[in-house]
């Protein structure tokens, strides 16, 4: 017996005929970050509102702190913490208010002023929730969610709508948390924040996980190429890119042309050359180091990207 902090074995959802999650499988332990990276509608939040015991599934099994969460759900509550993908406040509630009205639904809670200082909302303690920045509330709903200072803490798409710079601050909580080795499960479509954050990521699409490991293991998995993308002033005649010189795998996706390479320097030579000689043109190039995106276009033909 396994002694994760959150287990899923073979989870099952569906609304009506929509089949948010079909057969999904992963467990987390203590002291884990652990993301469920994947696109709009990918079944990351059903997965996550079901272990938080907000929905029933229609199969599988599951288990938060030793819990079931659709029978336990009582016991469950003082033992994680939640940000729900959107936080909605009265808008009059003042700051401070918000957080000691949550501390007063647990028997034990942390410290509201305490939460104020760490999460740099002294200065907002009593202003109205309708009137903090997306940041701004995005901390507050953070704080909230340590306000009994849970084993698991479950934050879905922390960082979606925010700009990049209040994104970075966000970050910076989530590794601190980290730090303090808190067991965090994350939902996200950033791959950026999925390869940061994460200890280990399941990369979530249509409702299965079709990849899963530390991103390190995942890209490794993938063959560590470099990226080259690139659009052309004419499509390339069917097959003629993957015969360049260090040029191991092309794929075109959305009208890009995807060349995978552990050589760029010569495989730009060659396709610049190969251009040339049939009267095409480069319209863009970009070169991207390897990434869980790789990851994604390789197992599904797609971009994880909107
Ligand atoms: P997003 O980040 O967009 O929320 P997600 O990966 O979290 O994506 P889910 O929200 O779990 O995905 O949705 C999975 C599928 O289930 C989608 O096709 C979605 O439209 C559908 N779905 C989600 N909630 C409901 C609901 N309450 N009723 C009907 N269909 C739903």
Same mark, same amino acid.
């Given at each position: 017996?396994?002694?994760?902090?959150?287990?899923?074995?073979?989870?099952?959802?569906?609304?009506?005929?929509?089949?948010?999650?079909?057969?999904?499988?992963?467990?987390? #332990? $203590?002291? *884990?970050?652990?993301?469920?990276?994947?696109?709009?509608?990918?079944?990351?939040?059903?997965?996550?509102?079901?272990?938080?015991?907000?929905?029933?599934?229609?199969?599988?099994?599951?288990?938060? @702190?030793?819990?079931?969460?659709?029978?336990?759900?009582?016991?469950? =509550?003082?033992?994680?913490?939640?940000?729900?993908?959107?936080?909605?406040?009265?808008?009059?509630?003042?700051?401070?208010?918000?957080?000691?009205?949550?501390?007063?639904?647990?028997?034990?809670?942390?410290?509201?002023?305490?939460?104020?200082?760490?999460?740099?909302? *002294? $200065?907002?303690?009593?202003?109205?929730?309708?009137?903090?920045?997306?940041?701004?509330?995005?901390?507050?709903?953070?704080?909230?969610?340590?306000?009994?200072?849970?084993?698991?803490?479950?934050?879905?798409?922390?960082?979606?709508?925010?700009?990049?710079?209040?994104?970075?601050?966000?970050?910076?909580?989530?590794? #601190?948390?980290?730090?303090?080795?808190?067991?965090?499960?994350?939902?996200?479509?950033?791959? $950026?924040?999925?390869?940061?954050? @994460?200890?280990?990521?399941?990369?979530?699409?249509?409702?299965?996980?079709?990849? @899963?490991?530390?991103?390190?293991?995942?890209?490794?998995?993938?063959?560590?190429?470099?990226?080259? $993308?690139?659009?052309?002033?004419?499509?390339?005649?069917?097959?003629?890119?993957?015969?360049?010189?260090?040029?191991?795998?092309?794929?075109?996706?959305?009208?890009?042309?995807?060349?995978?390479?552990?050589?760029?320097?010569?495989?730009?030579?060659?396709?610049? =050359?190969?251009?040339?000689?049939?009267?095409? #043109?480069?319209?863009?190039?970009?070169?991207?180091?390897?990434?869980?995106?790789?990851?994604?276009? *390789?197992?599904?033909?797609?971009?994880?990207?909107?």
């Amino acid at each position: 017996m396994s002694d994760a902090v959150l287990q899923v074995d073979n989870l099952v959802k569906h609304y009506g005929d929509v089949q948010a999650v079909r057969g999904v499988s992963f467990s987390v #332990e $203590e002291g *884990e970050v652990f993301g469920l990276l994947g696109p709009n509608g990918a079944g990351k939040t059903t997965t996550v509102e079901i272990l938080e015991g907000l929905r029933n599934p229609d199969g599988g099994y599951v288990r938060v @702190c030793g819990f079931d969460p659709q029978v336990s759900a009582r016991e469950l =509550k003082h033992e994680i913490g939640a940000s729900l993908q959107s936080t909605s406040l009265p808008d009059k509630l003042r700051v401070i208010e918000a957080l000691r009205l949550f501390a007063g639904f647990y028997k034990r809670s942390r410290d509201p002023e305490e939460l104020l200082k760490r999460f740099g909302l *002294e $200065e907002k303690r009593n202003t109205f929730y309708s009137k903090l920045s997306g940041g701004q509330k995005q901390r507050l709903a953070l704080a909230m969610a340590l306000i009994n200072n849970p084993r698991v803490l479950f934050f879905d798409e922390p960082t979606a709508g925010l700009d990049p710079q209040v994104r970075r601050e966000i970050y910076d909580i989530i590794e #601190e948390l980290r730090r303090e080795k808190k067991t965090i499960l994350m939902t996200t479509h950033y791959i $950026e924040e999925a390869e940061r954050l @994460c200890d280990r990521v399941a990369i979530v699409d249509h409702g299965k996980v079709i990849a @899963c490991g530390s991103p390190r293991e995942l890209k490794q998995r993938s063959g560590g190429n470099t990226r080259i $993308e690139v659009k052309l002033a004419k499509p390339a005649a069917n097959g003629t890119l993957k015969n360049l010189e260090g040029v191991v795998d092309v794929r075109e996706v959305d009208g890009t042309y995807v060349l995978h390479t552990q050589r760029p320097p010569q495989a730009i030579v060659s396709l610049v =050359k190969h251009l040339e000689s049939e009267g095409n #043109e480069l319209v863009s190039l970009e070169i991207a180091t390897p990434s869980l995106e790789d990851v994604f276009i *390789e197992m599904t033909g797609r971009r994880l990207r909107d």
